[in-house]
C-alpha cells in the first residue's frame, strides 16, 4: 500500500525541528550496537566505533568516518523512507509493463524515464508512451484507486515525493538521494547516510533506542556527561571486597559506583553451579520462524565488555556477588589472563581468544 509522501516528508521535518545542533549527542551502548548490527548485515562495508564516531571502510578500501551526532537525523529521515519504499519497485515494474526490461533499457532511458518525474511529463512523452504508462497504472501494476491516484501524483511532483533525481538512474539511487534531500544533508558529504537509513528501516529496535535516547538527550542538554573516563590511572580497576556476611560489603559496592546508572554496570551473583558458560557465555537454543536454531547467549563479563567497547567515553562496571561460593579460577577460566592489566591504559597484558566462533561472531566488534 502507498502512503502519502508529502505528509511523511512534514513528519519528518517535524523531527529534525526538535534536533538540537548544540549539544554533544551520545548514544548508549545498545544503541551503537543495533545501529552498526543493522548495517553490518546490510553492507559488505566493515564498520567499527571509534570514540563517538563510526568508521566505515569499502571493500575498495575507502574510508569515511560519520559522527554520532548524525544519529538524529537517521531516527528523523526514518517515517519518509518507510513511506518512500512501497514505491521503489514500482518504476521498474511500470518499464516492464510497457515492454522495457528497466527504465534504463533501450529507448525507455533517454525519451521516457529520464523525463519523470516532472510536472510537465504527458507533454514531454509522446501520446503513445503517455497512453502506455496510465493503462499500465490502471490495469497492470495491482494498485488501488488510491495508490493509482499516489503513483501519478509521485511520477509528476517532486515537491510531494522529495524526489531530486529521474528514474532512470537506478532506484537505490533515486531513494538515497530523496533520503539525503529530505534529511538535508549536504549532498557532496552524505555518501552512505542514505544506506545506513535504508539498513535501519529494517531493524525493530532502533527507533525505541532512539525514543530512550532522545528523551535522555533532552534531560542532558546543556549538562557534563556525568561518567567520562577520567585519567589512565583510573582505568581496569580490579577491586576485592571481603569480610564476613551482613558486613556492607554490598554496600560498600555501591557507595563505589556512586550514582551510576543500572547502564553502565552488569551485576552477576555466583553461586556452587556457575560455569565459565554462565559467565562469559554459550550456545543456547531459541525459537526463530516457528522453528529451533542456535545462538550464542552472552554471558555478564561478555555482556559488560561489549558494552564498555562501544562506548569508549564511560566507565563500565561488573560487579561480582558471592565471588567465594563458586569456583572462581573455573568460572573465570582464560579470562583470568585479563585480569593482570598495564598500568597506564587499562588493557590486559595477555591476548585471550575467543572459545569459539559463535562467540566471536556476536562479539565481533570487540577484542579481547
Not at 537525523?73 to 509493463?97: E, G, H, K, M, Q
Not at 511529463?121 to 496510465?134: M, N, R
Amino acid at each position: 500500500m502507498l502512503g502519502n509522501l508529502s505528509e511523511a516528508i512534514e513528519t519528518t521535518r517535524e523531527r529534525i525541528a526538535t534536533i538540537s545542533l548544540d549539544d554533544a549527542f551520545t548514544p548508549s551502548a545498545e544503541l551503537w550496537s543495533e545501529i552498526i548490527h543493522s548495517y553490518a548485515g546490510f553492507n559488505s562495508d566493515t564498520i567499527k566505533v571509534v570514540n563517538n564516531s563510526f568508521v566505515l571502510v569499502t571493500p575498495e578500501n575507502k574510508f569515511l568516518t560519520i559522527s554520532a551526532q548524525e544519529i538524529p537525523r537517521f531516527w528523523a529521515v526514518i517515517p519518509y523512507a518507510r513511506a518512500l519504499t512501497p514505491y521503489r519497485p514500482l518504476p521498474n515494474a511500470l518499464a516492464n509493463s510497457i515492454g522495457f526490461a528497466t527504465p534504463r533499457s533501450g529507448r525507455a532511458k533517454e525519451e521516457i524515464f529520464k523525463k519523470i518525474p516532472h510536472t510537465d511529463w504527458e507533454t514531454k512523452l509522446t501520446a503513445d508512451d503517455v497512453s502506455k504508462i496510465k493503462t499500465s497504472v490502471a490495469t497492470e501494476l495491482d494498485l488501488s484507486a488510491n495508490d493509482q491516484s499516489y503513483f501519478l501524483t509521485f511520477l509528476s511532483n517532486k515537491d510531494w515525493s522529495g524526489l531530486t533525481k529521474t528514474l532512470e538512474r537506478g532506484e537505490l539511487d533515486w531513494f538515497d538521494s530523496a533520503i539525503v534531500n529530505i534529511g538535508g544533508w549536504l549532498s557532496n558529504a552524505s555518501d552512505r547516510r542514505g544506506a545506513i537509513v535504508r539498513a535501519l528501516l529494517e531493524s525493530d529496535k532502533f527507533e525505541p533506542l532512539m525514543a530512550n535516547a532522545i528523551t535522555a538527550f533532552e534531560k542532558k542538554q546543556n549538562s557534563t556527561p556525568a561518567h567520562t573516563v577520567g585519567k589512565p590511572a583510573e582505568m581496569g580497576i580490579n577491586k576485592i571486597f571481603y569480610g564476613a556476611p551482613g558486613t556492607g560489603k554490598s554496600h560498600s559496592v555501591d557507595g563505589l559506583l556512586g550514582d551510576i546508572s543500572d547502564e553502565f554496570a552488569v551485576r552477576t551473583v555466583f553461586h556452587p553451579d556457575t560455569q565459565n558458560s554462565d559467565f562469559f557465555g554459550c550456545l543456547k537454543p531459541k525459537m526463530v520462524n516457528g522453528g529451533v536454531q542456535y545462538g550464542f547467549a552472552p554471558g555478564p563479563f561478555s555482556t559488560a565488555l561489549r558494552k564498555a567497547y562501544l562506548d569508549p567515553d564511560h566507565h563500565y562496571f561488573l560487579v561480582i556477588e558471592e565471588l567465594n561460593r563458586a569456583p572462581a579460577a573455573a568460572v573465570f577460566g582464560e579470562l583470568f589472563q585479563l585480569l593482570d592489566r598495564d598500568a597506564f591504559s587499562g588493557k590486559g597484558k595477555y591476548r585471550v581468544d575467543y572459545p569459539n566462533e559463535e562467540s566471536r561472531e556476536k562479539n565481533r566488534l570487540c577484542k579481547l
